[in-house]
């Protein structure tokens, strides 16, 4: 999972395993949750998204668990393939300040965890 | 559609030097952010704007201004850089600023300061 820190949680799975990316989110009035995949040299890019309506969603090989009771989302990759490897991060949607709660999708990330993948 | 653009790449400035990174968007999307990534951390968000003409400040804005004079447009300056700026530094842009509209991020501009 994520912690504070400079050096990042690191995962090393071998391709075909199942991968589970962990991630410790802060406020318990956020609504909705968002993983992103970030390759070397690359900029974030979404994999899945939840709202905190719900307490699971899957995608294409992945799913995402969210259990609001402890703060915690899970990002969980079936059959790890080489090009799973790269920094994932959860990002959370706060709640706004202004008077119609719009948070302008002002996003709260996580700090990331490494995944390697080994053929 | 190329989606979203930096520029430049890569950038070496030295203390005290002005720069200005330059983000392009094509998906005609109202909302753009511009956010720092440094090592061992997650993005934090330094400006954003909510459409042509508008900005606001983010959670570490200082040391940072931005423009948005047009829509498909965002500038991020460095009026006098400090190393305390090195970073990398991501555009992203979003249809709307509605938590379920997903953000696109840019490729990034790694800056280094002397």
């Known amino acids: 999972g994520e912690s504070v820190g400079l050096h990042l949680p690191t995962l090393s799975v071998q391709e075909g395993d199942n991968s589970i990316i962990n991630c410790a989110y802060s406020?318990?009035?956020?609504?909705?949750f968002i993983w992103y995949k970030q390759e070397s040299g690359k900029g974030p890019q979404f994999i899945i998204d939840?709202?905190?309506?719900?307490d699971k969603r899957q995608g294409q090989r992945v799913t995402v668990l969210l259990n609001k009771t402890v703060k915690h989302l899970s990002l969980q990759i079936a059959a790890t393939q080489p090009g799973d490897s790269a920094v994932y991060f959860c990002?959370?949607?706060?709640?706004?300040?202004?008077?119609?709660?719009?948070?302008?999708?002002?996003?709260?990330f996580g700090q990331g965890t490494i995944l390697t993948v080994h053929p | 559609n190329a989606g979203v653009t930096q520029t430049p790449k890569f950038r070496v400035l030295k203390t005290g030097q002005s720069m200005t990174l330059l983000c392009a968007q094509d998906?005609?999307?109202?909302?753009m952010y511009w956010y720092r990534q440094d090592p061992g951390m997650g993005l934090r968000l330094i400006h954003y704007?909510?459409?042509?003409?508008?900005?606001a400040k983010g959670e570490v804005p200082d040391g940072y201004n931005v423009s948005r004079l047009k829509k498909q447009n965002f500038l991020l300056g460095l009026e006098s850089a400090a190393p305390s700026q090195t970073s990398v530094y991501f555009c992203?842009?979003?249809?709307?600023?509605?938590?379920?509209?997903?953000?696109?991020f840019g490729p990034g501009t790694r800056l280094t300061v002397l």
């Open positions: 992203a842009s979003s249809y709307s600023g509605l938590a379920f509209n997903e953000q696109f």
């Open positions: 406020n318990s009035a956020s609504d909705y």
């Open positions: 939840i709202r905190s309506n719900m």
């Open positions: 990002a959370e949607n706060p709640p706004g300040k202004n008077a119609g709660g719009t948070s302008y999708g002002k996003l709260t």
């Open positions: 998906m005609n999307h109202e909302y």
């Open positions: 704007s909510v459409g042509e003409g508008t900005t």
